[in-house]
């Protein structure tokens, strides 16, 4: 299961069975809580993680207290390796959503670990392409997208990840209260709520505590435009 987890990412998706074994016996285990935090951003940071079970989010606080979601994480994605690569404080504090197991490894294994292995290397570039991608459409979409053209956005990136296709629609637990994705779009929770009940009226999705279900997929995405 957590062999098949290490492999779910991009960053170790190219290890054979005994590559997987090896560095599986080189990392630790930990678990969070909902609503626990792992550290802080600003923290010193020596470890690079996996979510095996859960959901996490990556938030930073500004000077007044205001808080950002920079993203979602679920099973399968790694994060803690920028204070590796670029050496310095965490970037973002990492706090469970719901509760959460991870797998953990060294900065200094990992940089054992990538020597002589350049597919291992190029799925790290790769998924720190991704990011950098992502967050550049995050940055555009603030300046040129609406909070519901956001809102739909986020909605389907949680649903790609967490949804479930049944027969009244895809239902996508996120775990996040209208607070957190109000944080996750750069919206007010007003704005956001306006946004959310405005698709429920017109039939393109149904709200339940802590997930929706999209019903109308296609105008969700055209919406997202
Ligand atoms: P690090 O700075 O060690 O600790 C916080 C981690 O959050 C960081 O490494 C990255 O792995 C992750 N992170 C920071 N910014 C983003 C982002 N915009 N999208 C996804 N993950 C991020």
């Not at 290890?15 to 599986?24: G, I, P, Q, V, Y």
């Not at 285990?29 to 989010?57: N, P, Q």
């Not at 040129?144 to 956005?153: I, L, Q, Y």
Request: aromatic content about 4%; hydrophobic content about 40%.
């Amino acid at each position: 299961m957590e062999n098949d987890v290490l492999r779910q990412g991009t960053l170790f998706s190219s290890l054979d069975d005994e590559a997987a074994d090896a560095l599986r016996a080189s990392m630790g285990e930990a678990t969070l809580r909902r609503g626990d935090t792992l550290f802080h951003e600003g923290d010193s940071g020596d470890k690079l993680y996996i979510v095996v079970e859960g959901k996490v989010k990556l938030g930073r606080t500004s000077s007044d207290g205001r808080e950002n979601l920079l993203a979602i994480l679920g099973p399968g994605q790694m994060f803690g390796e920028l204070s590796l690569f670029d050496p310095g404080p965490r970037s973002a504090t990492v706090s469970a959503v719901t509760d959460t197991s991870f797998l953990s490894l060294a900065h200094e294994d990992l940089l054992k670990w990538l020597e002589g292995r350049p597919d291992v290397s190029r799925g790290l570039l790769l998924q720190l392409a991704s990011r950098l991608r992502r967050a550049n459409d995050v940055a555009a979409d603030l300046v040129f997208s609406d909070v519901p053209g956001r809102v739909a956005k986020a909605l389907l990136d949680l649903a790609d990840r967490f949804g479930r296709t049944a027969d009244d629609g895809v239902h996508v637990h996120h775990d996040l209260t209208q607070e957190e994705l109000a944080q996750l779009v750069g919206a007010s929770r007003e704005t956001v709520n306006k946004a959310l009940a405005d698709f429920a009226s017109r039939g393109w999705l149904r709200l339940e505590p802590r997930s929706v279900v999209i019903m109308d997929i296609e105008r969700m995405r055209r919406r997202s435009r």
